[in-house]
């Protein structure tokens, strides 16, 4: 197994295990109490509501728009590291049909790996202090990381389509 | 029926009741059984589902207008229980569908897993039932709820979810070990899957890279320029609608229609999005099964078809659906449709194959 192919399935692992671990753990120990704060917040706003107390009520919609912003990030930290873990194993079995020179296929790969730990590790950075910057950077340079890997990537598959092309269209010659 | 496959190398490579033939099997019927099960969600319970939502928010903020609380918490314990309805069949759809994307993966590093072939049988079979086990729980925590339950917030389905998942993560760390093995010079006694490069297989290797690619753009856009406006205006409507109920200046039928709008436009979104990449996944995954498939080029060609046509006409129609209504639903159902139909041709193929590899080999008799 060449070097890229072997970066790339062991990346796609860890990756899968972290992923998968962190779902077991936010599902036994964090996801139910999150759902009934949120929920309970909501509640509790349209009971305040009904006693006219109008601050009481805008800040319980506050709390739940808090805790509905970390429980989205929280569920897609999850299905991001398992889908893109997925995606590095699947590119590890077929990396060696990607044309690019030696060193590309290193770097794009290496780039695809970090990429694919960094962005979903901005995404739940920004959970840690709503809005903080450096966690959204994370997550930009981890997602145009990984954009720009799998556009290479395409590319490279592309010139393997054209390869084999004129593969098969000269062996047609030479067979007629 | 002519088939380009040779058949002794590849045979190889897919020995009777092997580790990958349990995979490959179980993780074809594990996608196309959570792609059906989505299908059905999206026409009888998802839209009825949010229509019960939208009219329960507005009773609650009826409620709120007239000083009734207690009418309120109970209007609330309903919503929780409508939410849990819709959130347990979106993950059991989801988590089964997964759980096949993984199976074939697995199936494609067999050869890299240096374990004793009986282990690795043991581990898929352990696998299929983990990834089999774990939707049924998710779909049935609403179900069963805390009935007989020992614990205050867990109840038995999700006892069940819950040990099906840490089943998948222990066969996932013993396939890493044996990777590892592998990479230690340790031989996994199988051969590699053959080298295909059939137009089955470029045609799905280029168009699940295109897809992924494209969904990946796609959810980098929403959540660059979709995701903190809608947070924000969810916020913002919510506070609106209270806000009428407690002056008794009427609105709330308007916030609530808005607050569904919203609600509608972020899902289909995600939805879109998620599709996308997953159908490319799919696509990619399957270029590999090629091989398997033992039916001739001009079928297995109208299945690849048919696999991509699905897989661009239901995210694409998904996204349609915030303009056009149930007509686009409709439209994007008969994709997922599509897709499902083309796995369980190729399925089909995969079962052919096997039965003429046993049938030669003697193994069914």
């Given at each position: ?176 | ?91 059991a759809h989801v988590h089964m569908t997964d759980a096949g994307y993984l199976a074939l993966l697995v199936a494609l590093l067999q050869p890299y897993v240096a374990l004793p072939q009986r282990r690795k049988k043991l581990l898929a079979g352990l696998f299929v039932a983990g990834g089999l086990l774990l939707p049924v729980g998710i779909f049935l925590i609403h179900y069963v709820g805390l009935a007989y339950s020992p614990f205050a917030r867990i109840g038995w389905a999700s006892l069940l979810a819950d040990t099906a998942g840490a089943l998948l993560i222990v066969v996932l760390l013993a396939e890493a070990y044996g990777l590892w093995k592998y990479l230690r010079g340790d031989d996994s006694g199988e051969r590699e899957l053959p080298t295909d490069s059939s137009w ?166």
């Amino acid at each position: 197994m060449s070097s890229p192919r072997r970066l790339l399935v062991v990346g796609g692992l860890v990756l899968a295990v972290l992923g998968t671990l962190y779902g077991l753990h936010y599902a036994i120990f964090v996801e139910h109490q999150t759902l009934d704060r949120m929920g309970g917040s909501l509640a509790q706003a349209f009971v305040h509501a009904a006693e006219r107390n109008t601050a009481e009520a805008r800040g319980a919609v506050d709390e739940y728009a808090s805790t509905k912003y970390n429980y989205v990030r929280q569920v897609d930290v999850h299905s991001h590291w398992i889908g893109l873990a997925m995606l590095l194993i699947v590119l590890g079995a077929v990396f060696d049909n990607v044309v690019l020179s030696k060193r590309g296929r290193m770097w794009v790969a290496s780039a695809l790996v970090t990429g694919s730990f960094v962005f979903p590790l901005g995404v739940i950075l920004q959970t840690v202090s709503h809005g903080a910057s450096y966690a959204s950077a994370l997550a930009i340079l981890g997602t145009a990381t990984v954009t720009i890997a799998l556009a290479a990537i395409a590319w490279g598959f592309a010139r393997g389509a054209d390869q084999m092309t004129q593969i098969e269209s000269s062996s047609m010659g030479s067979t007629l | 029926m002519s088939t380009h496959v040779t058949p002794i190398p590849t045979a190889d490579t897919f020995a009777p009741m092997s580790a990958r033939r349990i995979f490959i099997f179980g993780g074809i019927v594990l996608i196309a059984g959570g792609m059906l099960f989505g299908d059905i969600f999206a026409v009888f319970v998802l839209h009825q589902n949010g229509g019960q939502t939208g009219q329960a928010l507005l009773a609650a903020a009826e409620a709120a207008s007239t000083g009734n609380s207690l009418a309120v918490k109970q209007i609330f314990q309903h919503i929780g229980g409508l939410l849990e309805d819709h959130g347990t069949k979106v993950d059991a759809h989801v988590h089964m569908t997964d759980a096949g994307y993984l199976a074939l993966l697995v199936a494609l590093l067999q050869p890299y897993v240096a374990l004793p072939q009986r282990r690795k049988k043991l581990l898929a079979g352990l696998f299929v039932a983990g990834g089999l086990l774990l939707p049924v729980g998710i779909f049935l925590i609403h179900y069963v709820g805390l009935a007989y339950s020992p614990f205050a917030r867990i109840g038995w389905a999700s006892l069940l979810a819950d040990t099906a998942g840490a089943l998948l993560i222990v066969v996932l760390l013993a396939e890493a070990y044996g990777l590892w093995k592998y990479l230690r010079g340790d031989d996994s006694g199988e051969r590699e899957l053959p080298t295909d490069s059939s137009w089955e297989r470029r045609t799905l290797l280029s168009g699940g890279t295109i897809l992924i690619l494209v969904g990946f753009l796609y959810g980098a856009w929403y959540a660059g320029v979709d995701l903190h406006r809608h947070e924000a205006r969810e916020t913002q409507i919510l506070k609106n609608l209270l806000d009428a109920s407690t002056s008794g200046t009427g609105g709330t039928v308007v916030e609530v229609a808005s607050y569904g709008s919203l609600a509608a436009e972020g899902a289909v979104k995600i939805a879109a999005h998620s599709h996308v990449i997953e159908f490319g996944l799919l696509a990619m995954l399957l270029s590999f099964v090629q091989p398997y498939v033992y039916l001739s080029d001009r079928w297995k060609r109208r299945w690849v078809t048919l696999l991509l046509g699905g897989s661009v006409i239901l995210p694409v129609f998904v996204l349609f659906e915030i303009n056009l209504g149930l007509l686009a639903g409709a439209i994007a159902d008969v994709g997922g449709l599509l897709v499902i139909i083309a796995l369980v041709g190729m399925l089909v193929g995969v079962l052919r194959y096997s039965g003429s590899l046993d049938a030669v080999s003697g193994v069914a008799r």
